[in-house]
Every structure is written in C-alpha cells, then in structure tokens.
C-alpha cells in the first residue's frame, strides 16, 4: 500500500511540477492569443468596410481571412503564425473552462460562461487545424461551414430540436454581448491601474463599440440558426461572413455595414489591448 501511496504522490508532484513549469509559456500563449483574435477581426472588419464604402473588399469571417491572408506575401509565414495564435487562445480559453483562473465560481451563471470558453477552445483549434491546413494545401473548400455541421445536428435524432437550442444559445450570447458592452463589465479583467488615461478611455470606447458589432453578428448568426431548424434547411446557418453578407442586403445596408465592420474593427483594436492589459493569473491554474 504504501509503495502504490508513493507512486500516487510522485504523479501528483510531478503534475504540479509540470504545471508550474508551462504557466509562463500559458501567459504568453494566452496573450498571443488575444493579439491574434484582435488581428483577425481588424482585418475582417476592414474588409467589410471596403465592400460598404465600395472601395473594395469581401464580407467574410475568420475561415476567409485566413485565405486572403494565405494568398499574400509571406502568406504562409503569415498563416503559420496566425495558427499559432489560434492555438494558443484555443489553449488559453480550455484553460479557463476547467481550471477557472479568473475565479468565476460554480454558480450558475460561471458554469455558462465556462461552458461558453469551452465551445470557444474548440471553435479556435478547428480554425488552428484550418489554417494549419492552407499551409499545406490540404484545406477542404466549404468544409467545416456552419451550414455543414447543421446539417450533420439536423441528421440526428431530435436535430430540430436541438439546432434550434444551439441558435437560442447564441442568439442569448449575442444579447449579452450588448449588454456587457452597456455596462463595460470588461474592465473588470484588464489591468486598470497599469493604464495610462488615454489608453483606459479608448480602451472603454473600443471594447463598448466593438463588443456591440460582435453582438449584432452574433445575434444574427443565432436567428439564422433557429431559422434553419425551424425549416429543416441547413442552408439557412450563416457564420460571422454570412451574417455581415445579411446585413449588407437589409434596408440601408450599406450603411448598416458599415457601422457593424467599424466596430469590428473597434472589437480588434480592442483585444490588443486585451493582449497587453488582461489579468492573467497562472498561480491559480493547478
């Protein structure tokens, strides 16, 4: 007993050491992360941008950045570091869905926002494997579109039922985005007192204009996904390209456009902030 007592409390030593030893490669992965998120949606919100103001551009989401990026110079050097970004929020969000480093508790309403860096760590290591993929030119075209993986839910039992919880989920996140940028609860995370004056109050107008755009695009891309369900159509699921597309051809689309890709770009500026200023606390990763 006692042998099989040693060789529990060396696996458990080793485990902390182990994880002691990555917490400052987790910052910087996570702070990567948050650097690269904000790139993306810089770029997606120019691009929308340029097709509002008719200069130019396409309204696409990160899978279309990725390949206008690809299809640069250095595109795949590009590419390569942008993967490793993904990785590291992908990481980075896994992190806090299980080991909680911001101590946002077991209440309801944590266990949610867990569950949603949970979803987020999944959606951006498909996007890291995705781009992973354009490097090697065996990137799938369409694969992995929103409409695909709703029509793989639809095909399950009960798939109605449950493409329509998934858009009801998103369409919730999106009316809490709106609300989290109403009460600039983001603070909260970053590091105020390490701020200068000027960068706390672009970073409050940032993150309000930018987390409102994301929750206009999450909104839509919720009720397109309870639309789907409600008529069995797969085709009916947009992504975030999607939904700016949508929003281009309602009344006074350009102009709605517009506003929305401003705060994206908004939102983008916004995470390099993030980037440098977040809280992050590895002491509590065990």
Do not use: C
Not at 40 to 54: D, N, P
Not at 63 to 77: C, D, K, R, T, Y
């Amino acid at each position: 007993m006692s042998s099989k007592g040693n060789l529990s409390e060396d696996a458990k030593l080793q485990a902390k050491n182990a994880a002691h030893s990555a917490r400052p490669w987790m910052e910087r992965f996570a702070r990567l992360g948050y650097a690269t998120e904000g790139a993306m949606y810089t770029l997606i919100g120019v691009l929308a941008a340029g097709v509002a103001f008719g200069v130019g551009g396409r309204a696409t989401g990160q899978q279309g950045a990725l390949e206008i990026v690809a299809g640069s110079p250095f595109g795949g050097v590009l590419v390569g570091l942008i993967a490793l970004g993904f990785l590291g929020y992908a990481l980075w969000r896994g992190v806090q869905a299980i080991a909680d480093p911001d101590g946002e508790g077991t209440d309801l309403k944590a266990v949610g926002k867990r569950i949603g860096y949970g979803v987020s760590a999944l959606v951006y290591a498909a996007l890291a494997f995705s781009a992973v993929g354009l490097i090697l030119g065996s990137a799938s075209e369409g694969g992995g579109t929103p409409d695909d993986w709703t029509a793989l839910l639809l095909s399950w039992p009960l798939g109605q039922v449950l493409v329509a919880g998934v858009g009801t989920v998103v369409a919730g996140l999106g009316l809490r985005e709106l609300y989290q940028a109403y009460r600039a609860r983001f603070l909260e995370y970053l590091k105020i007192e390490e701020m200068g004056e000027k960068v706390r109050k672009w970073s409050k107008r940032w993150g309000r204009l930018g987390i409102t755009a994301r929750g206009i695009v999450i909104g839509v891309v919720g009720t397109f996904l309870i639309r789907a369900a409600l008529e069995y159509d797969p085709q009916e699921a947009r992504g975030l390209g999607g939904a700016l597309q949508t929003l281009a051809q309602q009344p006074l689309g350009q102009w709605l456009l517009g506003a929305v890709a401003l705060g994206l770009i908004a939102y983008g500026l916004f995470m390099l902030s993030v980037a440098r200023y977040r809280h992050i606390d590895t002491d509590r990763i065990q």
